[in-house]
């Protein structure tokens, strides 16, 4: 799979409605074949930081998303809202889901 972070740091005035602002392109993302999850979190020591974890099915997947019309739409309609060139970790990783932290496992309970 294609494994990807994001951080993007939001103009403080739209910090607050950034859920809002990018929610047609999470939404049509979500809905690709290829798409694994694509989820935005908050950070907790910046509020005008997002982080997007996302992951794609394979190479073909990733490049679909790229050239999709809801792509390109966001690459026009969010760098306004945006304080800075959004920053990105990107892999292939040879999985196709989230692996178990054992170190952190989880009792079963009876």
Same mark, same amino acid.
């Given at each position: 799979?294609?494994?990807? &972070? +994001?951080?993007?740091?939001? $103009?403080?005035?739209?910090?607050?409605?950034?859920? !809002?602002?990018? %929610?047609?392109? &999470?939404?049509?993302? $979500? %809905? =690709?074949?290829?798409? /694994?999850?694509? *989820?935005?979190? $908050?950070?907790?020591? *910046?509020?005008?930081?997002?982080? /997007?974890? !996302?992951?794609?099915?394979? &190479? =073909?997947? %990733? +490049? +679909?998303?790229?050239?999709? =019309?809801?792509?390109?739409?966001?690459?026009?309609?969010?760098?306004?809202? /945006?304080? !800075? &060139?959004? $920053?990105?970790?990107?892999?292939?990783?040879?999985?196709?889901?989230?692996?178990? /932290? %054992? !170190?952190?496992?989880?009792? =079963?309970? +009876?």
């Amino acid at each position: 799979m294609i494994f990807i &972070t +994001a951080k993007f740091r939001v $103009r403080p005035e739209y910090a607050e409605r950034w859920p !809002e602002i990018a %929610g047609e392109f &999470t939404r049509a993302t $979500r %809905g =690709e074949p290829g798409c /694994l999850w694509f *989820d935005w979190s $908050r950070s907790l020591d *910046d509020a005008t930081e997002y982080v /997007l974890v !996302e992951a794609f099915r394979d &190479t =073909e997947a %990733g +490049a +679909a998303h790229v050239q999709s =019309e809801h792509f390109r739409a966001a690459q026009a309609t969010l760098p306004p809202h /945006l304080a !800075e &060139t959004p $920053r990105i970790v990107n892999f292939t990783i040879p999985q196709d889901d989230w692996s178990l /932290l %054992g !170190e952190m496992a989880v009792p =079963e309970q +009876a």
